[in-house]
T-cell receptor
C-alpha cells in the first residue's frame, strides 16, 4: 500500500522567511503533484513533477523531486501572507493506476 | 464550462436517507475521479472512471456507495442509507486521460444529521 507522509503538518512562519515542506512516499512513483487548498475551497494544482531531479518554480514556491530517495520538497522563499493555505503532495504510484494518494497536508500560516 | 462543476455545493440530509452528488467534468476529459475529504485530512480515493466504465472502484468504502457515468461525461455518486460517518467533502476531478494532471471541482459538502 502506497503511503505518503508530509512534514511538518503545521507551519507558522514570519513574512520574509524561508522554509521547506517535505513529502516522503513509500513506493516507486510515476508522478508527484503539489496542490494548494484554501479554507473551504477546492484543490489548486501547483506543480507536476515527472522525473528524477525535476525542479519547478513559480513565484516564491519551488518544488523538486528525488525519486531514488522517494522525496519531494516544496521550498518557500521570502514568504508572504498570501501563501497561507494548506499544501498537499499527492503521488500517482506505478501500481495504483491513476489514483492519487495524498499526504495529510501541511497547514501553513504566514504571519505579518 | 471552463472547470469541473459539482452540484450541490452543500447537502444536508438525515441519517438513513439516499443522496446523489453530481459531477460535470471538463469537456473532453475522459478520466473522472471521486475523492472524499474529511476535516483536516487529505483527499481519499473512491472511484475512477475511464470513459463510461469504472476502471477502479477499490476505494468505495462499502456497498452503500455507488457511482455511474452512463455517457462518459457527467457522473453521479450515489450513497444509500447515509450514516453520520459519511459526512465529508466529496471532490470530483477530471483529466484528459489516464495518468495526466487532474483538475478538481469545488466539492460537495455532505452533512448527515
Amino acid at each position: 500500500e502506497l503511503k505518503v507522509e508530509q512534514n511538518p503538518l503545521f507551519l507558522s512562519m514570519q513574512e520574509g522567511k524561508n522554509y521547506t515542506i517535505y513529502c516522503n512516499y513509500s513506493t516507486t512513483s510515476d508522478r508527484l503533484y503539489w496542490y494548494r487548498q484554501d479554507p473551504g475551497k477546492s484543490l489548486e494544482s501547483l506543480f507536476v513533477l515527472l522525473s528524477n531531479g525535476a525542479v519547478k518554480q513559480e513565484g516564491r514556491l519551488m518544488a523538486s523531486l528525488d525519486t531514488k530517495a522517494r522525496l519531494s520538497t516544496l521550498h518557500i522563499t521570502a514568504a508572504v501572507h498570501d501563501l497561507s493555505a494548506t499544501y498537499f503532495c499527492a503521488v500517482d504510484g506505478e501500481t495504483s493506476g491513476s489514483r492519487l494518494t495524498f499526504g495529510e497536508g501541511t497547514q501553513l500560516t504566514v504571519n505579518p | 464550462g471552463a472547470g469541473v462543476s459539482q452540484t450541490p455545493s452543500n447537502k444536508v440530509t438525515e441519517k438513513g436517507k439516499y443522496v446523489e452528488l453530481r459531477c460535470d467534468p471538463i469537456s473532453g476529459h475522459t478520466a473522472l475521479y471521486w475523492y472524499r475529504q474529511s476535516l483536516g485530512q487529505g483527499p481519499e480515493f473512491l472511484i475512477y472512471f475511464q470513459g463510461t466504465g469504472a476502471a477502479d472502484d477499490s476505494g468505495l468504502p462499502n456497498d452503500r456507495f455507488f457511482a455511474v457515468r452512463p455517457e462518459g461525461s457527467v457522473s453521479t455518486l450515489k450513497i444509500q442509507r447515509t450514516e453520520r460517518g459519511d459526512s465529508a467533502v466529496y471532490l470530483c476531478a477530471s483529466s484528459p486521460t489516464r495518468g495526466t494532471e487532474a483538475f478538481f471541482g469545488q466539492g460537495t459538502r455532505l452533512t448527515v444529521v
